[in-house]
Nanobody, 128 residues
Framework: QDQLVESGGGSVQTGGSLRLSCVVS????????MAWFRHAPGKEREGVAA???????????IYGDSVKGRLTISNDGAKNTLHLQMNNLKPEDSAMYYC??????????????????WGQGTQVIVSS
């Protein structure tokens, strides 16, 4: 069964760190792009970071402006796991974080409609 399963969310104080993980299992087609999105109550879904997964070395990455320099996306191909290292967290980072993937070899994007597969999400709460 094709699925993405996120883990690693939790509650931290401002300035703290979390590492989110997303395990990819049993996809019918190869996955070429993966990303993290977040959705907070009353806000639009926001693309956080994306990575190309059709290459291991020098994988391309892009980030949303609000997280540049604080969040890092990475792909462990050997373990079929996507990570999001989140440092210097702020209350505005509080949201449900979703892992997304696509088999399309398109331009790397933070637009939700560019991704076909989604996980169930993991909650991140940052308190001041």
């Amino acid at each position: 069964q094709d699925q993405l399963v996120e883990s690693g969310g939790g509650s931290v104080q401002t300035g703290g760190s979390l590492r989110l993980s997303c395990v990819v299992s049993s996809y019918t087609y190869a996955i070429y792009r993966m990303a993290w999105f977040r959705h907070a109550p009353g806000k639009e879904r926001e693309g956080v970071a994306a990575i190309s997964t059709d290459v291991i070395r020098d994988a391309r990455t892009i980030y949303g402006d609000s997280v540049k320099g604080r969040l890092t996306i990475s792909n462990d191909g050997a373990k079929n796991t996507l990570h999001l290292q989140m440092n210097n967290l702020k209350p505005e980072d509080s949201a449900m974080y979703y892992c997304a993937a696509t088999s399309r070899q398109t331009w790397l994007s933070l637009r939700p409609n560019e991704y076909d597969y989604w996980g169930q999400g993991t909650q991140v709460i940052v308190s001041s």
